[in-house]
């Protein structure tokens, strides 16, 4: 075992972590830890994806604060035994469920949302009284070492360590025994960790990805339906695991949709993109050559932008116009900033569309027709469903958020981080009164009442 793993494994054994006292004053040096650092985090952030200020601050830095409040405010309701009623055949006794840690966490997180996506799942781990393993992804680099320079300086470091490192590291990694992982990447990786959980039997949360289709019916308010669109899908580059990967409009409404699109682009991030000081680059030159790839396949379809600058790592903000279905674009989860626009016939050609394809993580529709509204919702499966309005569902820690079928397994956010990394122990109490002879064996006299 990797001697750092023996030691949280220790002080979960000696019940450490156990008291609300400990969680909280964790909590509270996470707390600390964010905004002390509070500038180091965005420069990190703008070395790793030239993420502006202000996305760093709402969906990275601000977005843990938050989670951390609401955790402070509930640690006491969420981990306190809820009674449960006990059946007559089993009385006097009394009933309740307990949740209790399950022990040393896994947390490995992708690079898309370098800080967000490994401490809001930390956040929920000390919450629920585990130890942590913090793997940060190892293509935000910078990120990765703010976080494994920082956590052992505010953190309880017998409770918590941070592992960086590639492949190699993680897969030596993953042959260690956890008490719980929670993987956030892609859909092959999380495969791997599955299999690899498999040797020890833990539980794993898988939050994947695929492709979150954005339908629009002929019904809308189209100036804010554009707006929507385009901050969710060009935020942060269109590197967002539930980002509106393509849209489905009807022949009617398309030419409307795209003039809107196009002109929203232009309004919110200029003539020329690549001055925006607004406007995320891509991670790396691998995933830039990805989907410059995408673009140059089907290049006869592009109705906006498609201006890419390799030492910059820079896509435009790009429209396609029915690209062909059999294409890389519309094939792969493209988690960049090219969003293909597909005609579709009817609401109906638009369910089947997606029922077609694997069940996505998240599916938007824009639309006024409440019979619409609900035969998309009622027909098709999603991780998360937002009416009108994409990617900002997030912001609710009421709704769990997590993937299904291909898009991933468990959530998290709010209470359900919470419960995700609690063992819900049921106990059953009996008091030693009142023992009926009837149940013991031998039972020929019960079965001659019968
Ligand atoms: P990534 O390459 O950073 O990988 C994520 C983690 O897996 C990292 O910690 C990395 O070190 C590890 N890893 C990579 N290859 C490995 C291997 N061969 N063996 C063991 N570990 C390995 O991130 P990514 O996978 O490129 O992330 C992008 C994907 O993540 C997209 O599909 C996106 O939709 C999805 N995503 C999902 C969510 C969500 O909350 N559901 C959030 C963000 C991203």
Redesign the pocket.
């Known amino acids: 075992m990797m001697e750092f793993l023996n030691r949280l494994s220790n002080t979960f054994y000696s019940g450490k972590t156990k008291p609300l006292a400990w969680r909280k004053s964790q909590l509270l040096a996470l707390k600390r830890m964010l905004m002390e650092n509070e500038n180091a985090i965005y420069e990190a952030l703008k070395k790793d994806l030239n993420k502006c200020q202000f996305e760093s601050y709402i969906s990275e830095y601000q977005y843990v604060l938050k989670d951390i409040k609401l955790f402070i405010k509930n640690l006491k309701k969420w981990s306190s035994a809820q009674k449960v009623s006990t059946p007559v055949l089993a009385q006097p006794g009394s009933s309740k469920l307990v949740p209790e840690p399950y022990g040393t966490v896994l947390i490995?997180?992708?690079?898309?949302?370098p800080l967000q996506?490994v401490l809001s799942p930390m956040v929920a781990a000390i919450g629920a009284g585990n130890c942590v393993v913090l793997?940060?992804?190892?293509?935000?680099q910078a990120t990765s070492n703010l976080l494994a320079n920082l956590i052992p300086k505010y953190l309880d470091n017998d409770a918590f360590a941070v592992y960086e490192?590639?492949?190699e590291?993680?897969?030596a990694l993953?042959k260690q025994r956890f008490d719980y992982i929670m993987?956030?990447?892609?859909?092959?990786?999380g495969k791997?960790?599955m299999r690899a959980a498999s040797e020890y039997l833990t539980p794993v949360t898988l939050?994947?990805?695929?492709k979150s289709p954005c339908i629009v019916d002929d019904k809308v308010n189209i100036k804010v339906t554009a707006d929507r669109i385009v901050w969710a899908k060009f935020l942060n580059a269109g590197q967002?695991?539930?980002a509106p990967d393509y849209i489905l409009v009807t022949k009617a409404k398309r030419a409307e949709l795209v003039e809107a699109l196009k002109a929203s682009i232009t309004k919110h991030y200029g003539e020329k993109p690549f001055n925006s000081d607004d406007y995320g680059r891509i991670i790396n030159h691998r995933?830039f050559g990805r989907i410059v790839s995408y673009i140059e396949a089907q290049k006869d379809t592009l109705v906006h932008g498609g201006e890419t600058d390799e030492e910059n790592k820079f896509i435009a903000p790009t429209l396609m116009l029915n690209p062909e279905l059999e294409s890389g674009v519309m094939q792969e989860?493209i988690?960049g900033p090219v969003l293909p626009i597909v005609e579709v016939d009817n609401m109906s050609d638009a369910i089947r569309f997606v029922k077609d394809r694997e069940k996505p993580?998240a599916l938007y529709f824009f639309s006024n027709n409440q019979k619409n509204i609900d035969a998309v919702s009622q027909q098709t499966s999603a991780?998360s469903m937002c009416i009108n309005d994409a990617v900002i569902f997030m912001v609710n820690p009421e709704l769990p958020?997590?993937?299904v079928g291909n898009?991933?397994m468990g959530s998290y956010h709010g209470k359900w981080g919470f419960d995700t990394f609690s063992h819900l122990k049921p106990i059953m109490h009996r008091s030693f009164l009142a023992d009926a002879p009837i149940r013991y064996a031998p039972y020929t006299s019960f079965k001659q009442k019968l």
């Open positions: 490995m997180g992708a690079w898309n949302y996506l793997k940060p992804s190892e293509l935000a490192g590639g492949v590291e993680t897969t993953l993987y956030t990447g892609s859909e092959n990786v791997i960790v939050e994947l990805g695929g967002t695991c539930i995933h989860e988690f993580l991780g958020f997590g993937g898009s991933g």
